[in-house]
């Protein structure tokens, strides 16, 4: 068997050559699942079949310690894929709130490029990661976003960012909402300063139940009924106002970063010349 067991929550589950995390450029999907292991196994495979380096790119599931099923898809994925397969514990909240458990997947990681993504997820592109990438190498201050064959461009549903901005503004997700608008909020910051890029070329399509009926479960019902409480928390006051104080700092962060991008782009001249 060519997998290690680590000890990290749970458990981590990787392969020894896909350990840490040096290259500057390194990606991972952080994926919160819970009794969906056919829509582990289905991401997982579509991942590993259109990524051009798999070395540089991991998939984080966060998975609750009593749901078994879960942890063994995980486990088998270890073997099955040649990408860099990771589980950690989510121990379950008292009250249910998907953006606290995106937040531990963050805490638990430290790859510099962050893909936000749920379970029910098919990758299309191949070659996708060179290209996300690339836009981070570019500039890292832009939230990169494709296709997810629902909203075609005009709300970026499942995106990529870069640690760094979320270092500097102080939080991932936002944990006033439990079920949706985390997107939203990010959407908006970045489109306050133009940094929201869509990349139609790049299909990560979004098997959703409102296109695919089929693909309703327990699940999906279980989180369905969180919506209310969102809508009316995104329509408040306080949540407009703390969205307006978002938009100030990363107007700030963005300045700050942008210098620092400069300065380091002079320094590899002088050094390279």
Request: hydrophobic share 35%.
């Amino acid at each position: 068997m060519k997998t290690r067991l680590l000890q990290m929550g749970l458990q981590q589950l990787t392969k020894p050559e896909r350990l840490g995390s040096a290259d500057p450029l390194a990606l991972t999907l952080l994926v919160p699942t819970c009794g969906r292991p056919e829509n582990m196994r289905q991401l997982a495979h579509s991942v590993e079949g259109t990524v051009a380096e798999h070395a540089r790119v991991s998939l984080t599931f966060g998975i609750h310690p009593d749901d078994r099923a879960s942890q063994c898809a995980a486990a088998e994925l270890v073997d099955e894929t040649k990408i860099c397969i990771r589980t950690l514990s989510l121990e379950r909240e008292p009250v249910l709130n998907l953006s606290k458990l995106w937040n531990r997947l963050y805490e638990g990681t430290n790859e510099p490029i962050l893909g936000f993504f749920g379970d029910d997820v098919v990758f299309r592109t191949p070659g996708w990661d060179v290209s996300v990438r690339e836009e981070f190498r570019r500039d890292l201050r832009f939230l990169i976003y494709g296709d997810d064959g629902l909203q075609r461009g005009q709300l970026a549903t499942l995106f990529f960012t870069h640690r760094r901005i979320h270092q500097a503004m102080g939080f991932y997700m936002n944990e006033s909402f439990r079920r949706i608008y985390m997107d939203a909020w990010w959407d908006r910051i970045y489109r306050s300063q133009k940094r929201a890029r869509y990349r139609p070329d790049l299909v990560f399509e979004h098997l959703h139940p409102s296109i695919h009926p089929q693909r309703e479960d327990e699940v999906f019902r279980k989180m369905s009924v969180l919506e209310a409480s969102d809508e009316t928390t995104w329509a408040s006051q306080k949540s407009q106002r703390e969205l307006d104080q978002a938009i100030s700092r990363f107007r700030r962060v963005c300045w700050k970063i942008g210098w620092e991008q400069l300065l380091l782009r002079m320094g590899l001249k002088q050094v390279s010349g």
